[in-house]
C-alpha cells in the first residue's frame, strides 16, 4: 500500500484478554514507531524500531506490553491482560532512516476499547 | 509532568483571518520543534518544524516562531482556510532520540467560511 496500515481499526476486548495490533509500514521504510493516545492527551512515546532491533522500548507503560517487528516490516503491539486504562488509540509511523520525524508517515491508528 | 503543554484546547477563526497556535514547553534540552495536522480519523501528519538555532521557520502560509528564552513556539496560518480545520499538535525532541517525538495535547483548530 502506498501508506502506514493499520488493522484493526477499532477493537473492543473484555478486561483481561490479550490484544494483538498490527502495523503494516511504508515499504521500504526502516524505521518504526509505535504512539498512543489516550483521552485528552497528547501523543505517548511506546517503542522505536530500526529494522528488526528495537533500540529504545522505554516507552512501554508495564511488562504487560510487548512489540516485535519481523522481516524489517510488519510490527505487532501485544497487550496482555488488558485493563481499561489501557484503552486508547495506538498509533503507528514509519521513516526511511530513522532520522528525523519530519520524514515519519503515521498510520490512521487502532481504536482500542477495554470495557 | 507535561513537558510540552498546548492550553488552548480550541480556537475558532474566520476564513482569511490570522490563525495562531501556542506552545510551550518546560525541557531546555529540546532543540528541535515540529508541528502535527491530525483530521479525523487519520494519522498525523507533518507540518512545519524548526531548529532550535533559528527563531522562524515560513512556509507557505505556515510560519513557525520560537522563542528560546521564553520556552514558546507558535504557528501562524496566514490567510486561514476552512480546509485548515484540524487538531493541531506541537511536538518536540532532543538531541539524538529524534525518534522519540514528545507532544502536546492538542489544539482543535475550526476556521469558519
Redesign the interface.
Known sequence: GAGVSQSPSNKVTEKGKDVELRCDPISGHTALYWYRQSLGQGLEFLIYFQGNSAPDKSGLPSDRFSAERTGGSVSTLTIQRTQQEDSAVYLCASSPRGRGNTEAFFGQGTRLTVV | D?Q?K?NSPSLSVQEGRISILNCDYTNSMFDYF?WYKKYP??????LI?ISSIKDKNEDGRFTVFLNKSAKHLSLHIVPSQPGDSAVY?C?A?SGG??????????TLLTVNP
Open positions: 507535561q510540552v498546548q515540529l480519523a487519520e494519522g498525523p501528519t507533518f518544524s499538535f511536538a525532541y532520540s529524534n525518534y522519540k517525538l514528545t507532544f502536546g495535547k492538542g
